[in-house]
């Protein structure tokens, strides 16, 4: 690339990591959605994975907080400052040149949402800021052919919403987002810890419990962790040793949601396509897709294969770079992309 070229940017902007993808280069950026700032001066302390080390560490004049609730932005000032640190990390002395930005919204976002997302990108230094569905983009990252005129299902479980789509011909047919996914499966093993074991833990470790021995199906060889937390009734440190097959219930309200959510989509797609989801399957993409059995039990109570994708995490960011790489061609992709542009919303 000569130094005066701009670059062309995707984006997925998630509730609880941010992947850039570069036009031409690849994923050069996965950092956590986390800014801590100073409280007295509003500045920024730290950024990304720093930040993620400081949540519910920092001193009184520090906060870590997520500027991303629910797939949308909660905080606009912080969002933009984190955009711009990370679009000048990537961009470094070329950021006179402002980049064209493809940024990912989940497919339930109202106007005023998607409004506040190009605002902020375009305050972070985007020279023009264009929009792709998140189930879009994830088919297209799980290498699923959009443009075909026949149904897939895709099933996108990331930080803060799950998006269900049925896609035909680069759009969705149907489709259904809902706020329930990693979050809220958090949110759900601090309850039952404090609820069962009497246990106050905090978001880090009831995550690192999702990631390690989350579980949506039975095991057959049963997995062990050992968490530390505070004693609600002495007040003091304590450790508890849980077993994996203990998260099937402490995680089976939000896993009912999502199976819901499916369920409910499946039951307003077309017959024809709903055939044709049923022969090819469902595409699981996000970090939610790999909690261990998620699969399994969607296939058990929808009756329809699930399968997870290739590089589930990355699926939205690639298939981002996929549709920005293929933008100026008259394909699908562009199709996807430009349907954001047609709103009152970028006249604002």
Not at 16 to 23: D, R, T
Not at 53 to 70: E, F, K, S, W
Not at 78 to 104: A, H, Q, S, W
Not at 203 to 228: H, L, Q, S
Request: charged share 25%; glycine share 10%; hydrophobic share 40%.
């Amino acid at each position: 690339m000569k130094w005066f070229e701009t670059s062309d940017i995707g984006i997925d902007l998630g509730t609880a990591s941010v992947l850039v993808f570069v036009k031409g280069k690849g994923i050069v950026l996965r950092e956590p959605s986390v800014v801590a700032l100073d409280k007295s001066t509003g500045r920024m302390v730290a950024v990304g994975d720093e930040a993620r080390h400081m949540i519910g560490r920092t001193p009184g004049n520090i906060v870590a907080i997520r500027p991303l609730r629910d797939g949308v932005i909660s905080n606009y000032d912080v969002t933009e400052k984190m955009l711009f640190y990370f679009l000048k990390k990537i961009i470094g002395r070329r950021f006179f040149f402002k980049p064209r930005l493809v940024v990912c919204v989940p497919s339930g976002v109202t106007e005023v949402e998607k409004r506040s997302v190009k605002q902020a990108s375009e305050g972070a230094g985007a020279r023009h800021t264009m929009l792709i569905e998140e189930p879009i983009a994830a088919a297209i990252g799980a290498g699923i052919d959009i443009g075909a005129p026949y149904g897939s299902m895709v099933l996108d479980i990331g930080g803060g919403t799950t998006d269900v789509a049925v896609i035909s011909l680069g759009s969705s047919v149907v489709s259904e987002s809902i706020k329930c996914a990693g979050d809220k499966m958090d949110e759900a093993i601090v309850r039952y810890m404090r609820k069962k074991h009497n246990l106050l833990i905090g978001e880090r470790t009831a995550e690192e419990m999702k990631i390690n021995i989350g579980t949506a199906y039975p095991r057959k060889e049963d997995v062990y962790m050992d968490i530390t937390g505070r004693n609600l009734i002495s007040g003091l440190p304590r450790t508890v040793r849980i077993a994996g097959n203990e998260m099937i219930e402490a995680l089976e309200e939000p896993i009912q949601l999502i199976t819901d959510a499916v369920h409910s989509t499946l039951e307003r797609t077309p017959p024809e396509l709903a055939a044709d989801v049923s022969e090819n399957g469902i595409c699981m993409t996000g970090g939610g897709s790999l909690l261990f059995g998620l699969d399994r039990y969607l296939s058990e109570r929808v009756k329809i294969p699930c399968y997870v994708a290739e590089d589930a995490m990355s699926c939205v960011a690639i298939g981002t770079g996929k549709a920005l790489e293929n933008y100026d061609k008259n394909s699908f992709a562009y199709n996807a992309i430009t349907e954001y542009r047609r709103g009152d919303y970028l006249n604002v």
